[in-house]
């Protein structure tokens, strides 16, 4: 919809307001006003109506123009011209670019088979046309090998819907009727901004009590009434703990737990194990504060859980989710508004994932690669038939996000594999590229918005031309597949008719809800109910295979499985796998608790949360957001810190058997003894080299194959002479 601004009018000039959503991985989805002067972006501000935006956007995407007009955009196709890894290109055309991808693949596809081709995709961009999975039908057809996306929420999302099922849980706008608020695992003021204000709304108006669980005394924990630290990837012993004394303590709701849950005498059973002395000895909280949190969480009702996706990041994450997930029908949260927990309300949208997708493309036996292999699947120390020839990567990073930097850097450096990626920048992957497509930027382009922290879907219009020769994801594949021959209906479509078509229309969500009337609106909360009267569960009602809350899963029984993030995925199921049937704590692969050995060389654990001023890698390349981000730091514990010699703003290197990075130290208790700090999304080239994520393991947890960025042991070291020992970068 395009508005008529007052000051259009004296100018003489065509200024625009033209309706637009934020496009990126973020909980928030802000809706978004895109000022146009003259075919030029020069503002974009937060749409004051939306209930959750509330006209302001976050620091990441202030400046938004600017990012569009960066200098440094990819504008065109460019090929590698120097060695690999090195960042040199020369600009061609597109028809150089796509003749070469064309008899690449095809020689490739002769003799290798199609399957020797990977895509490699996450949430760069999380439009319905131009997303995770906006080349799922394009690989699909071309048979290559199914990329496994499991980067994030994939571990949650499968304990979500063990425990019950594919439900939104409870609105984030809900929580400002809730009477005591645990967010765990989640740094809210940073990752969920405008989720914040309803919080704060509860403390205020009802007096509740907000608590926040995180090794770490984030911005988030200082502004709690309760901050309780916790020892990463032990968040399973501190639900079990709570469930516990909750059943101890008498504080069940009979009614609710007899009505509408499953295996209630088992949890019981298995949560005997977890007295608060034993989980103090595991997760370093003090007994009676298991006990005080349990009594107040309880009987303080409605009350309210935020999961954050740290939880998963580690061996047990999985269950410790069905644990955590347990708790709302334990006491009877779900009965009230503003009771129950949200982990992401994603499911409630009527996405037709099948339709964007094509999985009946897949040809028969098609093998499935996790992306978090990619390392291993690029060096070999993945046995391959056929070994991969080809990478295709776009809406993704995976040499910054993903784990084990050190080998996919490796692995991209091999002269036989031919790697495309489509990208805004040359990024610490698109280095390693033989050839980098241009894509366009929100502003630029057509797309719903549909996502996992609100009830609202959103149309994104585009409000200016591309620059260059940029396209969005929806052409790109069009043109891919183009080149590859394929004459299928699916390709005809324009992006419109795609969005039409992607979407159940008639789906109780959308009742009177239509592509047009997005046009005019820009969102609409979907028919779910409105946040003061929405208590979905308060007779059950959970859509799983026994329509109750399930502590004992009847999912369990087929084996290891993956919820798809998005429905998105075909490595669903796994037959043959054990999953246990009633969530428990599982001990992480790497702590000084559950792998001893390992804890005498390396002796810290490390955890690596989202930067307040990126998100996750994207905008770390521009100086005004590194201005407020600081480069790639090492919090440590001042015990820690002295142990070793190390004094505020010395520069430290940071180690394990998989790789290492460095920055200046900072000495702070605001993370706890035995821990270090250093945020994800830094790039190399800004950093002194490699990234945190050279550290990171590259194992999957328990359940959903998510990564375990949260469960790696580090030693932390003073570097004698920065000049002696840079960091090495791969191809420079
Ligand atoms: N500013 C900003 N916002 C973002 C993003 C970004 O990059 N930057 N990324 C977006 C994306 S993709 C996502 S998934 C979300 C994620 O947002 P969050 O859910 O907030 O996730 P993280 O920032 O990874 O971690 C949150 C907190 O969990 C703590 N933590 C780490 N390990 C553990 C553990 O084992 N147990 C417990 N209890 N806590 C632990 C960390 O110290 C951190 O403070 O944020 C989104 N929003
Ligand atoms: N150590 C550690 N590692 C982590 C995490 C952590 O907390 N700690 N978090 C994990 C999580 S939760 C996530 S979600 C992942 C995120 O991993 P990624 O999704 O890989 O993260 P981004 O940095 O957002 O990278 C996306 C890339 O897509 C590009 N892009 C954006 N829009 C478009 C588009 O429209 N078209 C194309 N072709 N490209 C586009 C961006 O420029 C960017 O380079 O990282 C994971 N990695
Ligand atoms: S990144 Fe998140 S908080 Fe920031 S503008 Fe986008 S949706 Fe809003
Ligand atoms: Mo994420």
């Not at 094509?358 to 060096?379: F, H, Q, S, Y």
């Not at 080239?685 to 359940?703: C, E, M, Y």
Request: glycine share 10%.
């Amino acid at each position: 919809m395009t508005l008529a601004p007052e000051a259009g009018i004296t100018t003489g000039r065509e200024l625009k307001i033209v309706r637009g959503a934020c496009p990126h991985d973020c909980p928030d989805t802000c809706a978004m006003l895109f000022h146009v002067d003259d075919g030029r972006l020069v503002d974009v501000t937060g749409d004051p109506d939306h209930p959750m935006t509330r006209g302001g956007l976050c620091v990441k995407l202030k400046n938004f123009p600017e990012h569009h007009y960066q200098s440094d955009r990819l504008m065109y196709p460019m090929r590698r011209v120097g060695p690999k890894g090195a960042g040199e290109f020369v600009r061609i055309t597109w028809d150089e670019a796509l003749a070469e991808i064309r008899q690449r693949w095809t020689d490739i596809i002769a003799e290798h088979g199609s399957q020797a081709i990977m895509p490699h995709a996450y949430l760069g961009h999380q439009g319905v046309i131009n997303g995770l999975t906006s080349g799922d039908a394009f690989f699909n057809r071309l048979g290559s090998s199914v990329a496994e996306k499991t980067y994030c929420e994939s571990g949650s999302s499968t304990a979500w819907h063990m425990t019950v099922g594919g439900t939104g849980g409870l609105d984030i706008e809900s929580m400002a009727h809730s009477k005591y608020i645990i967010v765990w695992g989640m740094n809210m003021t940073s990752t969920n901004l405008h989720g914040w204000p309803f919080l704060l709304k509860a403390r205020k108006d009802n007096g509740a009590k907000i608590v926040v669980i995180d090794p770490v005394r984030t911005r988030t924990a200082r502004q709690a009434d309760w901050h309780i630290p916790i020892r990463p990837g032990t968040d399973g012993a501190l639900a079990m703990g709570l469930i516990h004394e909750i059943i101890a303590q008498g504080l069940t709701d009979t009614d609710y737990v007899e009505k509408y849950t499953v295996g209630f005498d088992e949890l019981a059973e298995r949560a005997a194990n977890y007295p608060p002395e034993r989980v103090e000895e595991i997760t370093g909280i003090p007994a009676d504060d298991i006990r005080t949190l349990a009594r107040e969480y309880a009987t303080a009702q409605p009350a309210a859980i935020r999961q954050g996706v740290a939880i998963e990041r580690s061996r047990g994450g999985g269950q410790a989710i069905r644990a955590i997930t347990s708790l709302p029908a334990l006491v009877g949260a779900w009965r009230h508004v503003g009771g129950g927990t949200m982990e992401m309300p994603i499911w409630e949208f009527p996405t037709l994932f099948d339709k964007i997708c094509m999985p009946e493309w897949i040809p028969e036996g098609t093998r499935v690669i996790n992306e978090l292999d990619l390392g291993m699947a690029l060096t070999g120390e993945m046995e391959l038939d056929p070994p991969l020839k080809s990478l295709f990567v776009y809406n993704s990073n995976p040499v910054s996000q993903g784990p084990a930097q050190a080998k996919t850097m490796a692995g991209l450096l091999r002269e036989d594999l031919f790697t495309v990626v489509s990208d805004h920048f040359i990024t610490d992957t698109a280095r390693f590229a033989d050839l980098v497509l241009p894509a366009t930027m929100q502003a630029e382009q057509l797309d719903i918005m549909v996502t996992w922290g609100h009830l609202y879907i959103s149309l994104n219009q585009p409000a200016i031309e591309p620059p260059g020769e940029c396209v969005p994801n929806s052409e790109l594949f069009r043109r891919l597949a183009r080149t590859m021959g394929f004459t299928d209906d699916y390709w005809d479509r324009t992006d419109e008719q795609m969005l039409r078509d992607f979407h159940d229309w008639d789906a109780p969500a959308l009742a009177g809800i239509t592509f047009d009337s997005l046009k005019e609106t820009g969102y609409a909360r979907l028919n779910v109910g409105l946040p003061h009267e929405r208590a979905p569960h308060a007779e059950g009602n959970f859509p799983t295979p026994s329509g109750k809350c399930e502590f004992r899963s009847s999912l369990a029984e087929g084996g290891n499985f993956v919820v798809p993030v998005w429905r998105s995925m075909y490595a669903e199921m796994q037959p043959g796998g054990y999953v246990d049937p009633l969530p428990d704590y599982v001990p992480p692969f790497e702590s000084p608790d559950s792998s001893p050995e390992l804890a005498e060389k390396y002796p810290l654990n490390i955890v690596s949360p989202k930067p307040h001023a990126f998100l996750n890698s994207q905008y770390a390349n521009a100086a005004d957001k590194q201005d407020v981000q600081g480069e790639q730091r090492v919090w440590i514990h001042p015990a820690d810190a002295d142990e070793r010699g190390i004094a505020a703003g010395d520069l430290v290197r940071v180690f394990n058997d998989r790789g290492s990075f460095s920055g200046p130290a900072v000495v702070d208790d605001i993370v706890m003894q035995g821990l270090v700090m250093a945020n994800v999304g830094h790039w190399q080239n800004k950093a002194s080299g490699s990234t945190v994520n050279t550290i990171t393991l590259d194992r999957h947890n328990q359940l959903g194959n998510a990564g375990v960025y949260s469960d790696n042991l580090v030693e932390v070291a003073k570097v004698p002479d920065p000049a002696l020992t840079p960091e090495p970068v791969a191809g420079a």
